[in-house]
């Protein structure tokens, strides 16, 4: 199914997915996309997409501006904090809902946590009946993530959501609450897209968003890990931003069918924590950190130096995500996209320009459009 009637509605656009999800909405169709920003009115939003619309194009970011429309709107208010007559106005012209905004924060306290995630995905699901009562609702595509498998270990298949799994951030636990209240709304045509931990372009190394991988690899270089605590084999399903966003666009524009699930994941061709670790080591020239079992790490942590506990500190969050025993099965999304020529690549064919574009950054300190990277 090809949506191609009416206007497409895109949440979280000055995020790092939705960026992406844009650029492919302007680049490859000719949809007029109406992004719903977070902001004081539609002046303000205005501004808030064109600064998106120059870091994704530079100067020819321009040439898109007249099919990109900024509403002023609240994820977390009734009809989205829009009037009711352009509520109204909006679901009528609305044939395709890309809902990317989330808080990706792993560390916020659960109520809010699930204000965003769980009640903003309550409010946009409002809107998208609303939308389909007006008879012009083709697709719902709601960005999920692979980890509302929390800690179940084994294969987690694309059909799987509640395997009796614990979560270990208000983040799962929120995203797993969303994609429940998701799959119980009878009638909408909703595609459910499951992305793993998601790092930059593989083909520039860019990104906006430096966690998760980014954190520990960064201490790391600066020589202030010497063991991680992880697991050696254990997966560590990674996937570039190109692909996720490819494969987003794809589904939720041609191949996807209503009412099913995709794990964007590497599937099996996720790395480990092994390969990660001699990767970084002989691109900073550091000897290979150790590997330790979490429970001996902490016993290392309590003779760190303050500086090494600070760097612990920021990275804490994320290592348990070096020591999972869950594989994701990605057969259905394989099954759409491959005949499409989107694929994965394993985490090792590109981990050296992502941290050329790291360090050419300074970890993002040094902001570098993608519009710059690209032309590099």
Not at 58 to 76: E, F, N, P, Q, T
Not at 265 to 281: F, L, Q
Request: some cysteine; overall charge positive; proline content about 5%.
């Amino acid at each position: 199914m090809s949506a191609t009637g009416g206007d497409v509605l895109l949440t979280g656009a000055t995020g790092f997915v939705g960026m992406e999800l844009l650029a492919r909405y302007l680049e490859r169709s000719d949809r007029r996309i109406v992004t719903l920003i977070r902001a004081e009115n539609d002046d303000a939003a205005r501004s808030r997409i064109d600064a998106v619309l120059t870091n994704l194009f530079g100067s020819h970011g321009r040439i898109y501006r007249s099919r990109v429309a900024a509403v002023a709107g609240d994820l977390l208010a009734p009809r989205l904090g829009l009037a009711p007559v352009r509520s109204e106005e909006l679901a009528r012209r609305v044939s395709t809902i890309v809902h990317a905004a989330a808080s990706v924060s792993f560390t916020l306290p659960l109520a809010e946590a699930r204000a965003i995630n769980l009640e903003g995905t309550r409010r946009m699901l409002e809107f998208a009946e609303l939308a389909c009562a007006r008879g012009g609702l083709e697709r719902y595509g709601h960005v999920s993530t692979a980890y509302v498998a929390g800690t179940y270990s084994g294969r987690f298949a694309e059909c799987d959501l509640d395997r009796g799994q614990l979560f270990r951030n208000s983040y799962e636990q929120s995203k797993f609450e969303a994609e429940q209240l998701v799959r119980t709304r009878a009638g909408l045509p909703f595609t459910i897209l499951r992305p793993s931990i998601v790092v930059g372009d593989r083909r520039t190394g860019w990104t906006a968003a430096f966690n998760v991988l980014y954190w520990p690899l960064r201490a790391f270089a600066r020589g202030l890990f010497t063991a991680v605590p992880a697991i050696p084999a254990a997966p560590v399903d990674v996937v570039s931003i190109d692909y996720v966003a490819d494969a987003i666009y794809s589904l939720c524009e041609n191949s996807g069918e209503v009412g099913q699930t995709y794990n964007l994941t590497a599937g099996p061709h996720a790395s480990t924590i092994g390969e990660i670790a001699n990767i970084a080591s002989r691109y900073f020239r550091r000897p290979v950190p150790k590997v330790l079992p979490p429970a001996e790490f902490a016993a290392l942590e309590r003779d760190s130096s303050a500086l090494q506990r600070s760097a612990l500190e920021g990275s804490r969050a994320y290592f348990p995500y070096f020591s999972i025993g869950t594989v994701f099965d990605d057969a259905r999304a394989r099954a759409k996209l491959d005949p499409a020529g989107i694929q994965v690549s394993p985490l090792g064919e590109y981990l050296e320009r992502l941290l050329d574009f790291a360090t050419r950054s300074r970890w993002g300190k040094r902001p570098i459009a993608r519009s710059e990277a690209l032309a590099a």
